[in-house]
């Protein structure tokens, strides 16, 4: 049996996309609720536009409870953003 290259990429490609689909679809199941215990408490260091980039990212995975920056209009601007600090972190 000849295979040609027009075949062979059109095997691979699909056997590229049934291998990164199936992790998906069988993790994708629905998951349960995630009780405030398990997520990290988180507190941030430098507010600035890092910091303040780097927070939003981390923000993904925890929730923040503090915020610290030498500068008082960096903090202000971290503790009250609705994806950090949301009011509620210490300053």
Request: proline share 3%.
């Amino acid at each position: 049996m000849t295979s040609s290259r027009r075949s062979f990429l059109t095997n691979s490609a699909a056997a590229a996309a049934a291998v990164t689909t199936v992790p998906y679809f069988s993790t994708s199941a629905k998951a349960k609720p995630q009780s405030a215990n398990d997520r990290f408490k988180i507190g941030c260091i430098g507010t600035g536009s890092m910091g303040t980039g780097d927070a939003h990212g981390h923000a993904n995975f925890g929730d923040i409870v503090a915020v610290c920056d030498v500068d008082f209009d960096h903090m202000y601007r971290a503790k009250y953003d609705p994806k950090i600090g949301k009011g509620k972190a210490e300053a």
